[in-house]
Protein backbone atom coordinates (compact mmCIF):
# COMPACT_ATOMS: atom_id res chain seq x y z
CA UNK A 1 0.00 0.00 0.00
CA UNK A 2 1.09 3.38 -0.88
CA UNK A 3 0.57 6.37 1.43
CA UNK A 4 -0.15 9.80 0.15
CA UNK A 5 2.64 12.05 0.75
CA UNK A 6 2.45 15.05 3.08
CA UNK A 7 2.83 18.34 2.00
CA UNK A 8 4.43 21.28 3.50
CA UNK A 9 1.71 24.11 3.80
CA UNK A 10 4.80 26.53 2.82
CA UNK A 11 6.09 24.66 -0.40
CA UNK A 12 4.64 27.02 -2.55
CA UNK A 13 5.47 30.20 -0.79
CA UNK A 14 8.94 31.89 -2.56
CA UNK A 15 10.28 32.56 0.34
CA UNK A 16 10.15 28.92 1.58
CA UNK A 17 10.03 26.81 -0.73
CA UNK A 18 13.98 26.20 -0.77
CA UNK A 19 14.03 25.77 2.80
CA UNK A 20 11.02 23.31 2.84
CA UNK A 21 12.98 21.30 -0.11
CA UNK A 22 16.59 21.11 2.43
CA UNK A 23 14.51 20.15 5.25
CA UNK A 24 12.83 17.15 3.52
CA UNK A 25 16.35 16.28 1.92
CA UNK A 26 17.41 16.22 5.46
CA UNK A 27 14.90 14.05 6.91
CA UNK A 28 16.53 10.80 5.68
CA UNK A 29 19.31 11.60 8.19
CA UNK A 30 17.52 12.34 10.95
CA UNK A 31 15.58 9.61 10.73
CA UNK A 32 19.15 7.64 10.21
CA UNK A 33 19.64 9.11 14.09
CA UNK A 34 16.52 8.17 15.33
CA UNK A 35 17.18 4.53 14.57
CA UNK A 36 20.45 4.57 15.77
CA UNK A 37 19.25 5.68 19.14
CA UNK A 38 16.62 2.89 18.88
CA UNK A 39 19.31 0.32 18.32
CA UNK A 40 21.61 1.68 21.41
CA UNK A 41 18.67 2.00 23.49
CA UNK A 42 19.28 5.58 24.25
CA UNK A 43 15.89 6.97 24.96
CA UNK A 44 17.05 10.14 26.45
CA UNK A 45 18.86 11.16 22.72
CA UNK A 46 16.15 10.16 21.21
CA UNK A 47 13.93 12.23 23.00
CA UNK A 48 15.57 14.93 22.30
CA UNK A 49 15.68 14.13 18.27
CA UNK A 50 12.01 13.85 18.03
CA UNK A 51 11.24 16.78 20.18
CA UNK A 52 13.76 18.57 17.52
CA UNK A 53 11.63 17.26 14.41
CA UNK A 54 8.70 17.71 16.40
CA UNK A 55 9.55 21.91 15.97
CA UNK A 56 10.91 21.46 12.36
CA UNK A 57 8.15 19.89 11.56
CA UNK A 58 5.62 22.57 12.93
CA UNK A 59 8.40 25.39 11.13
CA UNK A 60 8.28 24.31 8.11
CA UNK A 61 4.75 23.57 7.94
CA UNK A 62 4.34 19.55 8.03
CA UNK A 63 1.66 20.56 10.82
CA UNK A 64 0.18 16.87 10.07
CA UNK A 65 3.14 15.55 12.05
CA UNK A 66 3.46 17.59 15.20
CA UNK A 67 0.21 15.76 17.01
CA UNK A 68 2.17 12.67 16.38
CA UNK A 69 5.81 13.65 17.29
CA UNK A 70 4.16 15.29 20.46
CA UNK A 71 2.39 11.89 21.36
CA UNK A 72 5.51 10.10 20.71
CA UNK A 73 7.94 12.63 22.97
CA UNK A 74 5.60 12.62 25.61
CA UNK A 75 5.54 8.83 25.68
CA UNK A 76 9.49 8.96 25.78
CA UNK A 77 9.53 11.28 28.40
CA UNK A 78 7.38 8.78 30.72
CA UNK A 79 10.21 6.76 31.17
CA UNK A 80 8.81 4.07 28.57
CA UNK A 81 11.23 0.78 27.16
CA UNK A 82 11.74 1.34 23.79
CA UNK A 83 10.57 -1.75 23.65
CA UNK A 84 7.52 -0.77 24.07
CA UNK A 85 7.62 2.03 21.82
CA UNK A 86 8.89 0.35 18.80
CA UNK A 87 5.57 0.38 16.83
CA UNK A 88 4.82 3.98 17.57
CA UNK A 89 8.34 4.61 16.58
CA UNK A 90 7.80 2.75 13.49
CA UNK A 91 4.57 4.65 12.27
CA UNK A 92 6.27 7.75 12.84
CA UNK A 93 9.10 7.03 11.16
CA UNK A 94 6.87 6.40 8.27
CA UNK A 95 4.96 9.28 8.76
CA UNK A 96 8.26 11.28 8.32
CA UNK A 97 9.07 9.78 5.19
CA UNK A 98 5.77 10.64 3.50
CA UNK A 99 6.77 14.21 3.74
CA UNK A 100 7.77 15.88 0.36
CA UNK A 101 9.16 19.33 -0.75
CA UNK A 102 6.72 18.75 -4.26
CA UNK A 103 4.11 21.29 -4.36
CA UNK A 104 0.46 19.62 -3.70
Avoid at 28 to 43: F, G, L, M
Avoid at 76 to 81: L, Y
Amino acid sequence: MISNPIHSTLVEDPDFAELVSEFVSNVPERIRAIRQCIDSNDTKQLCTLVHQLKGACGSYGFHEITPLAASLEARIRSDAEISSLLESLEVFIATCLRMTADPA
